[in-house]
């Protein structure tokens, strides 16, 4: 079946760092791909999504694209600050309208001043 | 943007007795919502997909009897965990996409269950 493979956590990085959350994905089919953010206490936000092969989504400086070719969709962000700080959950949506959403394991990211 | 409300927030039970949790749509209807269960450090799993009018379609392994969902109007989706055990014991999310097939879905803050 479907299944996201998300870099480990947790990490932690300071201010202004460049910041790279691996994501691999395994699906049949055409899935789109998804980047959503757990602030805490706050449910799941989406964050970022892409629906076909090469397409980047981007929002709030953070980028990904969707790399069919080694079946990835790594998150960056060229200068992170302290209020990034957030569980980064991967996910994939599987294609002929199908609406379940399978997620990575999520990745802690904690950014000091 | 849409908003889905979770309520309780955080609940503690006694072994044995039964826990209902309410997810809304507070500013659209959803005929389908998501209900997904998150252990410590873990990914969210589906558990199942909660149809507004008819019955819930589960996910392989969970324990329908166990996990009652009931889809009663448009805005309202409640999952019961009947007879709690601690091995119950977990974070329950909601989510909601705002129209049928879109592909975006809304999620609640989350329920956080703990069985004494």
């Known amino acids: 079946g479907d299944s996201v493979t998300q870099m480990e956590g947790p990490v932690t990085l300071s201010e202004e760092a460049f910041l790279t959350i691996n994501c691999t994905y395994t699906?049949?089919?055409?899935?789109?791909l998804f980047w959503y953010v757990q602030y805490p206490g706050e449910g799941l936000q989406l964050l970022l999504k892409?629906?076909?092969?090469?397409d980047k989504g981007s929002n709030k400086g953070f980028e990904a694209t969707y790399r069919k070719e080694t079946t990835s969709f790594h998150l960056e962000k060229g200068s992170v600050q302290v209020s990034d700080s957030a569980v980064y959950f991967c996910?994939?949506?599987?294609?002929?309208?199908?609406?379940?959403?399978?997620f990575g394991q999520g990745t802690r990211l904690t950014i000091n001043p | 943007g849409a908003v889905v409300s979770q309520h309780p927030s955080w609940v503690i039970c006694k072994s044995g007795t039964s826990v209902k949790i309410e997810c809304r749509s507070l500013d659209f209807q959803a005929t389908t919502m998501f209900w997904y269960r998150q252990f410590p450090k873990q990914s969210l799993m589906l558990m199942a997909t909660s149809n507004e009018g008819s019955k819930a379609t589960y996910e392989q392994g969970v324990e329908k009897d166990k996990f009652l969902i009931n889809h009663a109007s448009l805005t309202l989706s409640t999952l019961t965990v009947t007879s709690a055990h601690p091995e119950d014991s977990s974070f329950y999310i909601c989510s909601a996409p705002t129209r049928q097939g879109e592909n975006i879905q809304y999620f609640g803050a989350g329920t956080r269950l703990s069985v004494l």
């Open positions: 892409a629906t076909k092969a090469d």
């Open positions: 996910a994939l949506r599987g294609g002929q309208g199908a609406q379940k959403l399978v």
């Open positions: 699906a049949t089919g055409y899935p789109s």
